[in-house]
């Protein structure tokens, strides 16, 4: 019989030749599993088992891929993945590198949004003995957003129906993409680093979860919970609930509200004054009143009151009339303080500003305001803020005062 010779391969030579045929043939396959065995080493990439009832398999998540992941991932955890099956040479070890990896039954954003909140609110980040009382009457509010969404032009809509006089400092931020997190944070550091700031009101108009994300970042998070200053977050409309409002000190269900709610009427608190003044001149006359009663039956009793009550009256007119001036002294000082304050609060207006015939010019792109003519180059385009809206110009001509 003839002797048929066979091949005989390495060891290498065998695991190169698996290597190629299962490489090849699933370049791209997605599989449903539960995590176990979970692990990250110092190198940063992500090992871990993908198991159902009857089998298991090996699986790599590379550092740059783990990145990008908004969730966390956990043991018992149940995926939808998408990858390559690759064979690691040395052991001889087929396993998925993993490229695409969604939690099943729920939304990536959506778990990712759970464990976090379960996680600050187990340090405590939610709790009301953090939560740090709303000024009545701030003088200087801080607003962390867009320079050109409608959430500020709502807030500056109703900052000057309601009382026009109170300062409102801009930060703009970008308030989604993957600059906005970190630039939402520096503007509430950099609001917190100045005196006079009386409270921050921080969000956004409504949109999708994905472009609410940015407040629900851990680091814009604990910079809302380390401000000094009290915070109001009014993050897009009354349905919308993002990490952000849990740890600040007031939600506000829409940007317009929280305008609302940290600015009281002008008329309101003039009509409070009258009504409190008027409630104590009424009862300072019930007392004086009663006391005139009770001297008047004293005086009744006595064997010869005229001489008695006629001085008995006599410093009970002197009692009422300095009472009376000192209540007119004070009520008028009061008063007088409050129109101070009105007055100084109106000159620092910046709106009131605008409607003198004033603008703000800044530069179209950095946004960074124009004080000189140094600051733009001929051909630059910029915009200029009015009272009733922003243009957007092209520098013609230039010249130096």
């Known amino acids: 019989m003839e002797h048929v010779e066979q091949q005989i391969y390495s060891v290498a030579e065998l695991t190169k030749a698996i290597k190629s045929e299962l490489e ?132 500056l809509h109703v900052v000057n129906r309601r009382f026009a006089n109170v300062h409102v400092l801009i930060a703009p931020v970008r308030v989604q993409g993957a600059e906005a997190p970190a630039e939402i944070v520096r503007a509430i550091e950099m609001l917190n680093q100045l005196p006079d ?48 409002d849990f740890v ?20 309101v608190l003039v009509k409070t004054i009258n009504v409190l003044s008027r409630r104590l001149e009424n009862a300072m006359s019930y007392v004086l009143s009663r006391l005139k009663e009770a001297v008047q039956q004293y005086a009744s009793h006595l064997q010869d009151p005229r001489k008695r009550l006629n001085e008995w009256q006599q410093r009970l007119d002197e009692l009422h009339h300095r009472l009376y001036t000192t209540f007119r002294y004070l009520f008028e000082k009061k008063q007088y303080q409050l129109h101070t304050v009105v007055g100084k609060l109106e000159s620092s207006n910046p709106l009131a500003l605008l409607a003198r015939g004033y603008a703000i010019c800044r530069h179209a792109i950095t946004l960074r305001t124009i004080t000189t003519v140094a600051d733009v180059d001929l051909g630059e385009e910029v915009l200029v803020r009015v009272l009733e809206g922003e243009l957007r110009c092209e520098v013609k001509a230039k010249s130096e005062s």
Do not use: C, M
Request: net charge negative; glycine share 8%; aromatic share 8%.
């Open 197 to 244: 700031v009386d409270v921050l009101i921080v969000g956004r108009g409504g949109g999708s979860l994905e472009d609410l994300w940015a407040f629900n970042e851990e680091i814009v998070a604990r910079s809302i919970f380390a401000s000094r200053i009290p915070v109001i977050s009014a993050v897009g409309h009354e349905i919308d609930f993002t990490i952000a």
């Open 24 to 155: 090849a043939r699933f370049l791209d396959v997605w599989v449903e599993g539960e995590i176990s065995n979970l692990a990250t080493p110092r190198s940063g990439h992500t090992y871990l088992t993908l198991k159902d009832e009857q089998s298991q398999i090996r699986a790599v998540i590379f550092r740059s891929v783990g990145s990008r992941l908004k969730f966390q991932l956990e043991n018992g955890l149940h995926l939808l993945v998408r990858g390559s099956v690759s064979v690691y040479e040395p052991r001889g070890e087929y396993q998925l590198i993993l490229t695409y990896i969604e939690p099943r039954g729920a939304g990536a954003l959506q778990l990712a949004f759970e464990q976090l909140k379960q996680r600050l609110a187990t340090e405590g980040l939610f709790d009301e003995a953090h939560k740090k009382p709303i000024p009545i009457l701030p003088k200087k509010i801080g607003v962390v957003t867009s320079a050109t969404g409608a959430a500020i032009r709502d807030i």
């Open 248 to 267: 600040a000190d007031l939600r506000a269900p829409t940007p317009s509200a929280a305008a609302e709610l940290v600015v009281q009427q002008k008329d």
